[in-house]
């Protein structure tokens, strides 16, 4: 797009510099350049296969798979909305999972119930369990641990705002006990090592002695005859 402008248009109050006659002297030209948004031709926009199977597939809008496969023939599964068609699920008593709550199967102990602890076990205390049970224990410790975290992240998520305080305090309880234990295996760890070390040196110090023996006893002649 081009645009002249004649130059009888252009007022000149003032006599220009004699460098700028050659520009005055033709007409006055401004050049518009107008380019497309994208630089790459028309003939480079192919539309590309996609290879991503699951394209489309939603479980909100409820769209199936694109391509058929072998459970496709099946009628899917329905929800029962009604909850007296629905069938009781029967869980164990004793699940595993039943450890991250506590004794009434409830999602939130009360502050009450998680203040009523004792004092974490002494390592003089522990120095005379059994390995059994140490071991029995420090599993106890770790259950109970993870009730309590259970239960931190349930009030969190509920935003209860009270049990904090009292749980941590069982926390810390369960914790010195912990710490308690890996003191009286260390102390039990390192009395093993030195008894250890010591059955292997007897007949060692035994021929020492009898050789120290032998050697009294015959420098005792030698110091006689001396003497003598």
Not at 88 to 103: I, Q, R, S, Y
Request: aromatic share 6%; net charge positive.
């Amino acid at each position: 797009m081009r645009m002249s402008i004649p130059l009888r248009s252009i007022q000149i109050k003032e006599t220009p510099p004699i460098f700028l006659a050659p520009i005055l002297a033709c007409p006055f030209v401004s050049t518009i350049h107008q380019s497309q948004f994208s630089t790459s031709t028309p003939s480079c926009d192919r539309r590309r296969r996609d290879g991503n199977p699951d394209r489309g597939v939603s479980a909100l809008r409820r769209t199936g798979l694109r391509n058929p496969v072998g459970m496709s023939k099946e009628p899917l599964p329905r929800p029962l909305l009604n909850p007296k068609k629905r069938s009781k699920v029967t869980v164990d008593e004793n699940h595993g999972l039943w450890g991250f709550f506590n004794k009434d199967k409830k999602a939130l102990s009360t502050p009450e119930e998680d203040n009523s602890h004792g004092r974490p076990w002494a390592v003089e205390e522990l120095r005379r369990k059994s390995w059994e049970d140490l071991h029995s224990l420090w599993w106890v410790c770790v259950k109970e641990r993870n009730r309590l975290a259970t239960e931190k992240h349930e009030r969190k998520r509920l935003k209860a705002g009270y049990g904090d305080f009292e749980a941590e305090s069982r926390d810390r309880a369960v914790r010195m006990t912990q710490r308690a234990i890996k003191h009286a295996l260390t102390e039990r760890w390192y009395s093993w090592e030195d008894a250890r070390k010591l059955s292997r040196t007897p007949a060692d110090t035994s021929d020492q002695i009898e050789d120290s023996s032998l050697v009294e006893q015959e420098e005792q002649p030698e110091a006689a005859a001396r003497g003598g």
